[in-house]
């Protein structure tokens, strides 16, 4: 079930006010900060790849986002207005995306939880707890398809989950515009 979400989580585990024993690896977590660590099921090579593998390509800004739970993983899910449909097709004008964690947690190899009022480029895919069961939710492919609109709006950095090295760093503004990027 909770494969559609292309992640396995391996341990979700509360540390709150818990110190390492001496001579432990294991380091001291903030107080009331929780430590989530998951494995993605594949790593995405190419843009074209992403796209493969998703529904549709939006540019679009988050508005807001609530935290909730899926099968007690805690999950955030962000309000994204839609503001260009690039590739393939969306049921709405604003998507309710769907991450695992939220922004108080240490996050290992899943992606940053999106942020308020900022611009991205998401290859995403209906959310579906079973086949063909849709819940109004959507994913970002592969927690791999994001990429953030830089300060100067000049580019869309890599912002999804882990360090895949052929996923391109940047892609520029004027691509994504024109749709080029998708060549």
């Known amino acids: 079930m909770l494969k559609r ?3 396995v989580v391996i341990a979700a585990a509360l540390l709150a006010g818990c110190g390492s024993a001496p001579g432990s690896e294991i380091a001291a977590q903030p107080e009331g900060q929780t430590d989530l660590s998951a494995s993605r099921v594949k790593d ?12 549709a390509i939006v540019r679009g800004t988050v508005e807001s986002s609530t935290r909730d739970k899926l099968e007690d993983l805690p999950v955030t899910i962000s309000k994204v207005r839609v503001r260009e449909v690039l590739w393939g097709k969306v049921s709405s004008d604003v998507l309710a995306v769907q991450q695992v964690g939220d922004e108080t947690m ?4 899943t992606g940053a939880i999106l942020a308020k009022d900022r611009e991205y480029l998401l290859f995403v895919q209906p959310f579906q707890l079973k086949p063909g069961e849709l819940t109004g939710r959507w994913l970002i492919t592969g927690d791999q398809g994001t990429f953030a609109r830089s300060s100067d709006g000049h580019t869309f ?4 989950a882990g360090d895949p ?19």
């Open 5 to 7: 979400l292309a992640l």
């Open 44 to 55: 995405y090579a190419t843009l074209a790849e992403l796209r493969a593998q998703s529904t």
């Open 106 to 109: 240490k996050l290992h190899d």
């Open 157 to 160: 950095q890599f912002a999804g």
């Open 165 to 183: 090295p052929e996923l391109p760093r940047t892609v520029s503004a004027t691509a994504v515009e024109t749709g080029t990027f998708l060549n």
